[in-house]
């Protein structure tokens, strides 16, 4: 690989890339396997196929970056939860997309990214009583104005999204077991009631809004620093919105 990143352990990369500025599937051809070709297909919609495709070729990239497992060569497997991971590699990773934005999260510990797009139709208020516990039901309903709503409702949304996947709980961990109580102004710390469920300590941190995208990571550990690769280039509105939220920002060229 002519990429090679070194990944501390008190360090969490999250990559982010724009689907509009990606190069179009041909391009990103050599990092696709057959097995993903026949899958993309399952899709009805071209443009659904294309950013599948793109999805995966993008994550045996990254991955590539700290494996020296070349792209193709990356077996996935799955963990007893069912998590996807990288046969012989001890890094960790999660992914998550919207129809616009992919973020791709990777550690040497558990990790979960979640990305979330604002949608007009969503009925806020009958998706906070399935998400939120009381505490958090009392501070969405103090809040005035539809943009601090939804803004509140999102992080929250993407935070505990990023703990499910984290934890790879899926399915069988319901909102209504979890709670989040802030730290500091981005950063939580899960709580649940019944402590087999979760025997750790987990938290969460929301990192703001990337091209109208919220977005939130999840982690047992309390590290050092998150590092934002973002092979495309930020946009300056964007990019001071994400910076002072983190301490490190580094830039990769996404070399094909």
Same mark, same amino acid.
């Given at each position: 690989?002519?990429?090679?990143?070194?990944?501390?352990?008190?360090?969490?990369?999250?990559?982010?890339?724009?689907?509009?500025?990606?190069?179009?599937?041909?391009?990103?051809?050599?990092?696709?396997?057959?097995?993903?070709?026949?899958?993309?297909?399952?899709?009805?919609?071209?443009?659904?196929?294309?950013?599948?495709?793109?999805?995966?070729?993008?994550?045996?990239?990254?991955?590539?970056?700290?494996?020296?497992?070349?792209?193709?060569?990356?077996?996935?497997?799955?963990?007893?939860?069912?998590?996807?991971?990288?046969?012989?590699?001890?890094?960790?990773?999660?992914?998550?997309?919207?129809?616009?934005?992919?973020?791709?999260?990777?550690?040497?510990?558990?990790?979960?990214?979640?990305?979330?797009?604002?949608?007009?139709?969503?009925?806020?208020?009958?998706?906070?009583?399935?998400?939120?516990?009381?505490?958090?039901?009392?501070?969405?309903? /103090?809040?005035?104005?539809?943009?601090?709503?939804?803004? +509140? =409702? *999102? %992080?929250?949304? $993407? #935070?505990?999204?990023?703990?499910?996947?984290?934890? /790879?709980?899926?399915?069988?961990?319901?909102?209504?077991? +979890? =709670? *989040? %109580?802030?730290? $500091? #102004?981005?950063?939580?710390?899960?709580?649940?009631?019944?402590?087999?469920?979760?025997?750790?300590?987990?938290?969460?941190?929301?990192?703001?809004?990337?091209?109208?995208?919220?977005?939130?990571?999840?982690?047992?550990?309390?590290?050092?620093?998150?590092?934002?690769?973002?092979?495309?280039?930020?946009?300056?509105?964007?990019?001071?919105?994400?910076?002072?939220?983190?301490?490190?920002?580094?830039?990769?060229?996404?070399?094909?």
């Amino acid at each position: 690989m002519k990429n090679h990143l070194n990944l501390n352990p008190d360090e969490l990369h999250v990559w982010l890339f724009c689907y509009h500025q990606l190069p179009n599937v041909k391009v990103l051809d050599a990092f696709i396997s057959e097995a993903e070709r026949l899958r993309s297909s399952r899709y009805k919609f071209e443009g659904l196929q294309q950013r599948y495709l793109q999805t995966r070729a993008l994550l045996r990239y990254v991955l590539s970056c700290y494996t020296k497992i070349k792209p193709l060569d990356i077996i996935f497997s799955e963990k007893v939860n069912g998590k996807p991971i990288v046969k012989k590699s001890h890094i960790h990773f999660n992914i998550s997309h919207t129809e616009t934005v992919l973020a791709i999260g990777v550690a040497e510990f558990e990790v979960g990214v979640d990305v979330e797009q604002p949608h007009a139709q969503l009925d806020l208020t009958s998706l906070a009583h399935m998400l939120f516990d009381e505490q958090e039901s009392r501070t969405f309903a /103090g809040l005035t104005g539809e943009k601090a709503r939804i803004d +509140f =409702f *999102l %992080r929250c949304w $993407t #935070e505990k999204e990023a703990f499910i996947k984290a934890t /790879g709980k899926g399915l069988s961990l319901e909102f209504s077991q +979890f =709670f *989040l %109580r802030p730290l $500091t #102004e981005r950063k939580s710390c899960v709580h649940c009631s019944d402590r087999t469920i979760m025997p750790s300590t987990w938290y969460t941190q929301y990192l703001g809004v990337y091209a109208k995208n919220h977005m939130s990571i999840c982690y047992p550990v309390s590290f050092q620093r998150i590092k934002f690769i973002e092979p495309n280039g930020f946009e300056d509105d964007i990019c001071g919105e994400i910076i002072r939220s983190v301490k490190c920002y580094h830039s990769l060229p996404l070399t094909l």
